[in-house]
């Protein structure tokens, strides 16, 4: 169980690899932040500060950092914090069409990201990253239609997500290594 004093808004909740954390996104006075739990009943510390919008934590597979997208820079991108707050916050992945998801291979040296908006103008595409790496991320599935929700297999070779290519909302699973 999780302390039943702690109350707030989430809008979003991730469990750390271990399963001793839980880092949520909670909107505020001072706008939606990073949050960090420790379970079942210990502190709450803050993590992001900065921008009006901090949402999406998607914890490293070796739980030290957490991915998030935030409006820091003037528009959605990823950025990347030591899950005890103890560094300032770090560009992952900037780009002109906003990035709004990251999810981490189990090995942590890729990242499936959804880049752009969805809606009636949206075009959500997926991409594989590898942070440190200088060359531009590559894309997974990029198409007319809209790609979304990624999550990668326990054992990395796979990659699941959601399309509208079929005229309505459906999961599709491909390899990782050749989509």
Do not use: C
């Not at 009636?120 to 997926?126: D, F, S």
């Not at 599935?141 to 909302?169: H, I, L, Q």
């Amino acid at each position: 169980p999780v302390d039943s004093m702690w109350r707030g808004n989430f809008t979003n909740v991730e469990l750390s690899p271990d399963g001793t954390r839980l880092a949520v996104a909670s909107p505020g006075i001072d706008g939606e932040q990073i949050w960090v739990k420790s379970l079942p009943a210990g502190p709450v510390s803050r993590v992001s500060f900065g921008g009006a919008t901090n949402t999406r934590p998607a914890w490293t597979p070796d739980g030290r950092r957490i991915a998030f997208i935030s409006s820091r820079s003037g528009k959605r991108n990823a950025w990347i914090q030591r899950a005890d707050g103890s560094a300032e916050a770090e560009s992952l992945l900037a780009h002109p069409s906003q990035v709004d998801e990251v999810a981490w291979t189990p090995d942590g040296r890729s990242a499936v990201v959804r880049l752009g908006s969805g809606g009636p103008n949206g075009n959500r595409n997926l991409l594989l990253l590898s942070p440190g790496d200088t060359a531009a991320p590559r894309p997974l599935v990029s198409s007319a239609f809209e790609e979304f929700g990624a999550s990668v297999s326990p054992d990395g070779r796979w990659f699941a997500y959601v399309s509208n290519e079929s005229g309505r909302n459906e999961v599709y699973v491909r390899r990782l290594d050749d989509p």
